[in-house]
Structures are given as C-alpha cells and as structure tokens.
C-alpha cells in the first residue's frame, strides 16, 4: 500500500525557515515527479513547487520562487521542501503529492 508522510510542519515566526519532508513507502517512486501544494483554511488546495524523477528540473509557484526549494533523495524515497523567508500568508497544510497518491499532510503557521 502507498504511503506518504508529511513532516517538519509547526509555528514559526515570519521571516524564519521550515524544512518539510515527505517519505514514500509502499511503491518505486524515483520514476515519477513529486511535488508539494498546500490548502490554506477556506481556500482551495494549491500548486507549490515540483521535481522531476531525477532532480535535476523543478517548477514553482510564483508566490514561492526565490523562497522555496524542492529536492529529492531517490535512494531515501523522501522529497524535501525548503521553506525560507516565511510569510504569514504561507499559513497552510502542506501536502506531499506523487501520481495519484496524496499524504494526509502537515501544517505549518507563520505568526506575524
């Protein structure tokens, strides 16, 4: 059975930093793209940032760009998101995402 399990969410203030993780189980992952999105309360779920299956090619939300990096550890079967410069507008459940398959997520507060 496929598994993805967030973490690394928490408070922090604005301005400070949060590394996420994502660790797949259950299936061979190094094949697909893995990404991130993220739902703030009463918005619709997001796009965050994207890498391909070896790494070397990422896409991210304009809101993001310069304050987020996305990589992967195929060998580990963990995708990273390393969030810098938070905004309070960051606030929201981070979901880890690869094919069809979604992780319950973690949630991550930025206090202004």
């Known amino acids: 059975q496929v598994q993805l399990v967030e973490s690394g969410g928490g408070l922090v203030q604005a301005g400070g930093s949060l590394r996420l993780s994502c660790a797949a189980s259950?299936?061979?992952?190094?094949?697909?793209?893995m990404g991130w999105f993220r739902q703030a309360s009463g918005k619709e779920r997001e796009f965050v940032a994207t890498?391909?299956?070896?790494?070397?090619?990422?896409n991210y939300a304009d809101s993001v760009k310069g304050r987020f990096t996305i990589s992967r550890d195929n060998a580990k079967n963990t995708v990273y998101l390393q969030m810098n410069s938070l905004k309070p507008e960051d606030t929201a459940v981070y979901y880890c995402n690869t094919h069809i398959y979604w992780g319950k997520g973690t949630l991550v507060t930025v206090s202004s």
């Open positions: 890498i391909n299956w070896s790494g070397d090619s990422t």
């Open positions: 259950g299936g061979t992952f190094s094949s697909y793209s």
